[in-house]
């Protein structure tokens, strides 16, 4: 039994090699074209419309209130990457239900691919939102001494990231190999539907870490731009209506 699918080599011609996680990375990808392909290529804006783009409707929708309620910002500019991130570890991970396959999250290479879009998107989006210079001052917050430490924290969040779904992936393979090596009849469908559940989990957990990840570097911003109000100016500003009501009642009632 291997502990990752890049140890299992399907071609190899020259120095060039085709393990089984890019087989399966590339199967993933053509399966999810198809059936976006399959699912778009009729859509209706009537009433009456189609199983599959009732499904999807639903999915994108849960999708945008999930990235609203995480990032409290629009979820429109995120959407088409946190979502395209959910739907591929999802289908990769349901790999993992079929017999002799081992998903491609199974594989490091896959996780830190995966992760290192992250770390990408995170300055993308943050400097498209806030600009240059306003999203690396944040790095210098809040003191320049902190610009390593924060540097570090960058570095860090992404190889836990890549760490976090490789390791329950991969363990939930191995675990589900040496049941069927034991008792092939009744752990390993339990161990089936505890991956099956598993997998759902950790491609929800990925996708909300990201967009986390990305809604913090504007959130810091907006933060520093519109600071709270502090609990002096209600008080402040109730005196000052109170004058402002004394004053018309002495207007109004001059000889009162």
């Known amino acids: 039994m291997t502990i990752t699918p890049d140890n299992n080599v399907l071609i190899k011609i020259g120095v060039v090699e085709l393990n089984a996680t890019i087989v399966t990375t590339w199967a993933v990808m053509a399966v999810l074209v198809m059936v976006a392909w399959l699912v778009t290529r009729r859509l209706s804006t009537q ?53 002799g396959i081992t998903p491609p999250t199974a594989s490091l290479s896959t996780t830190t691919a995966l992760a290192l879009c992250v770390f990408m998107a995170v300055p993308i989006f943050g400097i498209a939102r806030e600009g240059f210079l306003a999203y690396l001052r944040q790095y ?39 049941l069927l090596s034991l008792v092939p009849f009744f752990f390993p469908v339990l161990m089936q539907l505890l991956g099956l559940i598993t997998g759902v989990i950790q491609a929800y957990i990925f996708a909300i870490l990201a967009m986390v990840y990305i809604a913090s570097a504007s959130a810091t911003q907006n933060v520093h731009a519109h600071p709270p109000q502090t609990q002096d100016q209600p008080v402040q500003d109730s005196h000052q209506s109170e004058s402002i009501q004394d004053t018309h009642q002495s207007e109004s009632n001059p000889h009162g």
Not at 80 to 94: D, E, S
Not at 142 to 171: C, D, H, K, Q, W
């Open 47 to 99: 009433a009456q419309m189609s199983r599959w783009q009732n499904l999807l409707e639903v999915l994108v929708a849960k999708m945008r209130d999930q990235i609203a309620a995480v990032s409290q910002q629009a979820p429109g500019p995120y959407l088409p990457f946190v979502g395209t991130l959910f739907v591929f570890i999802l289908t990769a991970n349901l790999l993992n239900l079929i017999p």
């Open 140 to 178: 210098l917050r809040p003191t320049p001494l902190m610009l390593p430490f924060n540097l570090i924290g960058e570095l860090s969040r992404t190889i836990a990231l890549a760490v976090r779904l490789y390791g329950n992936i991969m363990s939930g393979t191995v675990i589900v190999g040496i």
